[in-house]
């Protein structure tokens, strides 16, 4: 029982011939809510323009949890692309706006907008936070090759912390397309957490 005071777990064990408490810890996490957005997007924007933008509402923190690249076009010529995932400290401007859907219905209307294919304008860049390449297939191999990822950010390791974008308008992560692609049509799919307390 509870008895008259609260108690902890801990983990008994000897280190160097002393017998020490280590508390036990249950990694969780409160049940923020999350949203996801689904867009579909032009590769052949050039090099150096921003395939999507994710900027944050003006009260809460956004986590990203989840960014997932599908090839659904054939690229003019097969290309190794290099993507670049980096903070923005202005928002871009143009593309086309997308609406971000509640995994819980109950969760209210999320505050973050997401915004895809900026060429026009693009938001101020910041640091770089990942970096990495996939693989657009030409007409003859799209059609035989399994439909794996070109790219898949995933931040569910909880000895990770994902990135995250503070709260007020004019802060940002945008996924970069560094290689000049002649065609392609990718599909972009993500999910992020936003959180009510600094």
């Given at each position: 029982?509870?008895?008259?005071?609260?108690?902890?777990?801990?983990w008994n064990r000897t280190?160097?011939?002393?017998?020490?408490?280590?508390?036990?810890?249950?990694?969780?996490?409160?049940?923020?809510?999350?949203?996801?957005?689904?867009?579909?997007?032009?590769?052949?924007?050039?090099?150096?323009?921003?395939?999507?933008?994710?900027?944050?509402?003006?009260?809460?923190?956004?986590?990203?949890?989840?960014?997932?690249?599908?090839?659904?076009?054939?690229?003019?010529?097969?290309?190794?692309?290099?993507?670049?995932?980096?903070?923005?400290?202005?928002?871009?401007?143009?593309?086309?706006?997308?609406?971000?859907?509640?995994?819980?219905?109950?969760?209210?209307?999320?505050?973050?907008?997401?915004?895809?294919?900026?060429?026009?304008?693009?938001?101020?860049?910041?640091?770089?936070?990942?970096?990495g390449t996939?693989?657009?297939?030409?007409?003859?191999?799209?059609?035989?090759?399994?439909?794996?990822?070109?790219?898949?950010?995933?931040?569910?390791?909880?000895?990770?912390?994902?990135?995250?974008?503070?709260?007020?308008?004019?802060?940002?992560?945008?996924?970069?397309?560094?290689?000049?692609?002649?065609?392609?049509?990718?599909?972009?799919?993500?999910?992020?957490?936003?959180?009510?307390?600094?």
């Open positions: 029982t509870e008895g008259t005071g609260k108690l902890l777990g801990h280190k160097t011939s002393n017998s020490v408490h280590e508390p036990s810890v249950v990694l969780s996490e409160p049940q923020l809510p999350t949203y996801s957005f689904a867009v579909t997007v032009a590769v052949a924007l050039g090099a150096n323009d921003h395939l999507i933008q994710i900027m944050a509402g003006n009260l809460n923190r956004v986590i990203l949890r989840r960014l997932t690249v599908w090839q659904l076009a054939a690229a003019g010529t097969a290309a190794l692309d290099v993507f670049q995932l980096l903070r923005l400290t202005t928002a871009g401007t143009g593309g086309t706006a997308y609406t971000n859907r509640a995994l819980d219905p109950t969760s209210e209307v999320s505050a973050a907008a997401v915004r895809a294919g900026l060429t026009a304008s693009k938001g101020t860049e910041g640091n770089i936070l990942w970096t996939g693989l657009l297939l030409a007409a003859a191999t799209l059609i035989t090759t399994p439909n794996t990822p070109v790219i898949d950010l995933r931040w569910d390791d909880p000895r990770i912390q994902p990135p995250t974008i503070a709260a007020g308008t004019s802060n940002g992560l945008a996924l970069k397309n560094i290689t000049s692609i002649t065609s392609a049509t990718v599909h972009i799919y993500g999910e992020y957490s936003e959180v009510y307390w600094s």
